[in-house]
């Protein structure tokens, strides 16, 4: 299995401002992910970020918005910029161990974001 | 595109009961992976169990298993001699092994109360 820091937990962040969150894996992994759970929903892919090349974007998320960065194998950022009410959910990142004959999808704890 | 319905917005269940949560789920592809994953209100996303779509045999974790209907797209997670702690919000989920391997795409979830 995969453990996965994510930081901050929780935050509370006026309306314009900027938050970047925080995930670390205690192994290497090709691939990471960045989903969103607005209250009460399911989760939603927001992006897939590999080491050395840019974020790939789900349809309805965009880099402007979301920037990410990834700057080697247990590590990435995700920022929600100029945030509004409507960007408060909780945001996860996901890792996939295992390769493909044994493929396992792991989660961080999760930030609680909350926009006044 | 892929899509995984969860028509029981609510279960509950007696404890040291046995519970069946459905999912059904939509895919041109005939190579991918089934997941149950779990989110109690700390809401971390606790992985339950895997089901490869090319295996016929049914996964088991302990109390947990899954009746995978590959024909039918159905893949119903039982839960056996119910405990306390099982009572969370269930998430069934499904991923390709090709090109978008590690790219989830989840139902609405299953929220499970469990009863003394």
């Known amino acids: 299995s995969a453990v996965i820091s994510q930081k901050p937990s929780r935050d509370i962040c006026q309306r314009g401002t900027s938050l970047t969150i925080q995930c670390q894996v205690d192994?290497?992994?090709?691939?990471m992910f960045w989903y969103r759970q607005q209250p009460g929903q399911s989760l939603t892919l927001i992006a897939t970020a590999n080491q050395g090349s840019e974020a790939t974007y789900e349809s309805g998320f965009v880099i402007d918005k979301f920037p990410i960065s990834r700057p080697n194998l247990t590590f990435s950022t995700l920022t929600v910029s100029n945030m509004s009410p409507e960007d408060s959910s909780i945001y996860l990142c996901s890792v996939a161990t295992g390769g493909l004959t044994n493929e396992k999808l792991f989660f961080g704890s999760g930030t609680q974001l909350s926009v006044l | 595109a892929q899509t995984v319905t969860q028509s029981q917005p609510e279960m509950s269940v007696q404890e040291a009961e046995t519970v069946t949560l459905s999912c059904t789920y939509d895919?041109?592809?005939?190579?991918?992976?089934l997941f149950w994953y779990k989110q109690p209100p700390s809401r971390q996303m606790i992985l339950v169990i895997r089901q490869e779509a090319y295996k016929q045999q049914n996964a088991t974790e302990n109390r947990f298993s899954v009746n995978f209907q590959k024909a039918a797209k159905s893949f119903s997670l039982k839960i056996s001699d119910s405990q306390l702690g099982d009572a969370a919000m269930y998430f069934c989920?499904?991923?390709?092994?090709?090109?978008?391997?590690?790219?989830?795409?989840f139902g609405r979830g299953t929220q499970l109360t469990v009863w003394p």
């Open positions: 192994s290497q992994v090709t691939m």
């Open positions: 895919t041109s592809e005939s190579d991918y992976y």
């Open positions: 989920a499904y991923t390709d092994r090709g090109s978008t391997l590690g790219r989830l795409y």
